[in-house]
């Protein structure tokens, strides 16, 4: 299971969402062998207002959170946030200075899903990965 957050300025963050939903759920899929019908994606557009962040960041920063089942090696969450880099990179034009990235990992019992503890349910995909 995975659930993404994507934080950045409404004016920037809204004309690229499909492409960038499209670019992290096929990096998921990649680097996690997550199922490909499995997207839950939610877009977070800030008010310049309401959006601190760091000098040396431009309006084109965006932040990613991913909460997910653990049990994923560390190599395959490396690959993931290194596929995310070069292809936000390269599809969005956002270099890495402008992206943050967040893996939060929690016990599959500390998920309810379909009306079941996460641990419960029966997953036709692996998270050992």
């Known amino acids: 299971m995975g659930q993404i957050k994507v934080y950045g300025l409404k004016e920037n963050l ?3 969402k499909e492409t960038l939903s499209n670019v992290i759920h096929a990096c998921m899929v990649e680097a996690l062998k997550y199922p490909t019908d499995k997207k839950f994606h939610r877009f977070f557009p800030m008010d310049k ?3 601190y962040f760091a000098n040396g960041r431009t309006d084109a920063y965006t932040i990613i ?4 089942f653990e049990g994923r090696t560390i190599e395959a969450k490396k690959k ?3 596929l995310l880099f070069e292809r936000i990179g390269s599809k969005l034009h956002i270099t890495p ?3 943050e990235i967040t893996i939060f990992e929690t016990p599959k019992h500390n998920w309810g899903i379909r009306g079941l503890p996460g641990d419960e349910l ?3 995909y692996k998270v050992t990965v």
């Open 80 to 82: 993931l946030i290194n």
């Open 14 to 16: 809204n004309p690229m």
């Open 65 to 68: 959170e991913i909460s997910m």
């Open 122 to 124: 029966e997953l036709y």
């Open 97 to 99: 200075e402008d992206i």
């Open 49 to 51: 207002e309401d959006f």
